[in-house]
């Protein structure tokens, strides 16, 4: 790629123009302000408020979260791509303090609209200006029976900036804080982690070592984060009555606990016939026996080490788009014509890449670490997926949209398998589609399969945690047991990377949220299925239409159109199929070649 040309960064400046902004000490003030007069407003009135009162309470409870949302979603994307700035991450922990101290005068309203009898709501829900906002108000319902008296709700809220969200800050300052040495150099996470990507297999072993050596040096500070995390989240559960450590997550997900099981027992039993089958291929591919650990991911000896300027990106990707839908191009498209996206790696920027949209009225901002690598391509692809869908469901508004794990992937994983077969298609000759192949079908483990051992590993740390803290030892021992199972015997798991766990974020910041990628990609996989099979008529329309209703639409129901149910086993299995369907394909074309 070249490197004079600057790649484009974000512009937050709509929101505000620095951390400097007076228009943000206007707007906190302004937030506390009108949280208190909706306090004086309807604090004890909610029962009696006429249709068109209870309307108004709607209205300005949607001002205010536009206010919160603009403020905190500023504070974040303007700390992130500058984790060193001590300036900017005490802007975001000064806004969530001061939000989370004015949304306590705002707590009464939803207890009051629970505390209504059905009756009351089916009245009120009869007024069809009222029922725009059926979704969120079903969604306030849902979590009665775990509510607690108004004084403790306030005191958890007040609690967490210390308890569990400070638990959550400390592990993601100090993870961008550390650094890794590979040959005098120093790197952070977000650049190490590409050095296990070069085709360098020296090098590649440097940088797992390295990873393995931070990991365990850590062990002690990240595995008392962790437990930390863990119990704060298990008083809190214990307190409202969930089940199981899963049951919040999945209740605010509108999942039941058994889909989940069902979808993590499906994809356990293919581990064997898909993960340990594909492991057993890419070593013969790799030339080993068995593939060391960091080398899971490694590109292929005779990949081409093609990379991928900006402009060729973008007009990939968007050709991609453009061949499934015109109508997703136009949407995404959009994406490049503004300054939406943090395309470069910087020193501070966070790692990875994420959509983040401050308001979900207005469009979202897209963080890359583009260094040009085919992997980036898809990077985009998939980045470029959830803005497209973000776009599609502003209309929604803000009280009603929520971001429901279970197909908040499906756009994002449904963008990378167009822009995966399109490569696919254009590839020249064997080894480029064995090497499409290779690389396709690792990613849909890593997604589809790895993520579900994951799950099984944040499932047994928080059981265990029960009965006491788990010592990093145990911690890095369930953590190898699930590896072994999942990867099978042609990948060498052994005790040097037992403590790589500490680097999945999700089990920190988002506890249980790991099999939604799982569950996203089978569900993308049999869509997709269908999509090839030609059987689903106005596919693109239909799809869209998903994707516009992912938040406001029952998922059992949203799927329905496409004749899929994500209840059954053999959904998941389906969905499985697919992966499988590659990785035949992949065995076929390395049939008797000598790699
Ligand atoms: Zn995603």
């Known amino acids: 790629m070249t490197k004079s040309k600057k790649l484009p960064d974000w512009d937050l400046s709509e929101y505000y123009k620095g951390i400097d902004d007076e228009q943000i000490d ?319 790696p910087k020193t501070g920027k966070r790692s990875g890449a994420f959509c983040s949209g401050p308001l979900v009225t207005e469009h979202p901002f897209l963080l890359l670490n583009f260094v040009g690598k085919r992997n980036d391509v898809l990077t985009l692809a998939h980045e470029l997926g959830h803005g497209c869908h973000h776009q599609l469901r502003r209309k929604n508004g803000i009280l009603n949209e929520t971001t429901r794990m279970t197909t908040e992937e499906v756009a994002s994983v449904f963008g990378e398998m167009l822009v995966f077969q399109s490569m696919l298609n254009n590839a020249k000759d064997k080894k480029e589609k064995i090497s499409l192949l290779a690389m396709k079908v690792n990613d849909m483990i890593n997604t589809a399969i790895r993520q579900i051992a994951f799950h099984f590993f944040e499932t047994r740390a928080h059981a265990e945690r029960k009965s006491g803290e788990l010592s990093a030892e145990r911690l890095n021992e369930i953590w190898l047991e699930e590896m072994k199972a999942s990867l099978g015997p042609s990948v060498e798991v052994d005790n040097n990377s037992a403590a790589i766990w500490e680097q999945v974020g999700h089990f920190f910041f988002l506890p249980f949220y790991v099999y939604a990628y799982s569950f996203a990609d089978c569900v993308v996989n049999s869509l997709y299925w269908l999509k090839l099979s030609g059987k689903v008529k106005n596919f693109e329309d239909k799809y869209l239409k998903l994707l516009s209703q992912t938040a406001i639409g029952d998922y059992k129901e949203i799927f329905k159109p496409f004749g899929l149910n994500p209840e059954k086993r053999e959904f998941w299995q389906g969905g499985l199929n697919l992966i499988k369907y590659y990785l035949v394909q992949l065995e076929e074309l390395c049939k008797g070649g000598n790699f």
Do not use: C
């Open 26 to 344: 206007k707007d906190l003030k302004l937030y506390a302000q009108k949280a208190k007069k909706f306090a004086k407003d309807y604090r004890g009135k909610v029962a009696k408020l006429s249709a068109d009162e209870f309307l108004k309470s709607l209205k300005d409870l949607e001002k205010l979260s536009v206010l919160a949302e603009k403020l905190s979603g500023f504070a974040y994307l303007n700390m992130v791509t500058q984790m060193q700035n001590t300036k900017a991450s005490a802007l975001y922990q000064r806004i969530s303090e001061s939000l989370t101290e004015a949304a306590k005068d705002l707590l009464f309203f939803s207890l009051e609209y629970n505390a209504l009898s059905d009756a009351q709501v089916t009245s009120l829900l009869a007024d069809k200006r009222i029922s725009f906002y059926q979704p969120y108000l079903k969604r306030v319902r849902k979590f009665k029976p775990y509510e607690l008296k108004e004084d403790i709700e306030k005191t958890l809220l007040e609690k967490d900036i210390t308890s569990g969200s400070a638990w959550v800050r400390y592990y993601e300052e100090f993870m961008a804080r550390l650094t890794y040495e590979v040959d005098g150099k120093k790197y952070n996470d977000a650049e190490i982690s590409k050095l296990s990507l070069s085709k360098d297999a020296k090098l590649r072993e440097k940088a797992g070592k390295e990873i393995n050596r931070v990991s365990k040096e850590n062990s002690f500070t990240v595995s008392y984060i962790y437990n930390m995390i863990i119990k704060d989240k298990a008083v809190e559960d214990e307190k409202r009555g969930f089940k199981t450590p899963m049951s919040a997550r999945n209740l605010a997900e509108e999942v039941s606990d058994k889909t989940v099981d069902v979808l993590a027992e499906t994809v356990r039993d293919n581990y064997k016939d898909i993960a340990w089958r594909f492991y057993k291929i890419k070593a013969k591919l790799l030339g080993v026996k068995k593939i060391k650990y960091w080398d899971r991911n490694a590109p292929l000896p005779f990949e081409s080490d093609k990379t991928y300027s900006w402009d060729e990106t973008v007009k990939i990707v968007l050709d991609a788009y453009k061949s499934f839908s015109p109508k997703l191009y136009d949407v995404a498209k959009e994406f490049f014509s503004h300054n939406w996206i943090d395309v470069a």
